[in-house]
């Protein structure tokens, strides 16, 4: 189990799948409670493509929110 601040310093950004392997689109740089806010409105679809990148790790938006 991961264990975060809610401030620590995170970005959040979408993967894209594509012909290349896809493309990030950094969508925030800010606190992770910030980050967690903004995914949890996105589409189920986009939520599929979001990624939370700290200063040592990534994790997929699905997979933190299911542990």
């Given at each position: 189990?991961?264990?975060?601040?809610?401030?620590a310093?995170?970005?959040?950004?979408?993967l894209?799948d594509?012909?290349?392997?896809?493309?990030?689109?950094t969508?925030m740089?800010?606190?992770l409670?910030?980050?967690?806010?903004?995914?949890?409105q996105?589409d189920?679809?986009?939520?599929d493509?979001?990624?939370?990148?700290t200063?040592?790790?990534?994790?997929?938006?699905?997979d933190?929110?299911?542990?």
């Amino acid at each position: 189990m991961r264990t975060t601040q809610d401030e620590a310093s995170v970005r959040l950004y979408y993967l894209a799948d594509g012909p290349d392997g896809g493309q990030a689109e950094t969508l925030m740089y800010g606190p992770l409670s910030q980050a967690l806010a903004m995914a949890a409105q996105a589409d189920a679809t986009v939520q599929d493509g979001l990624w939370i990148a700290t200063s040592n790790d990534v994790i997929a938006y699905r997979d933190l929110i299911d542990e």
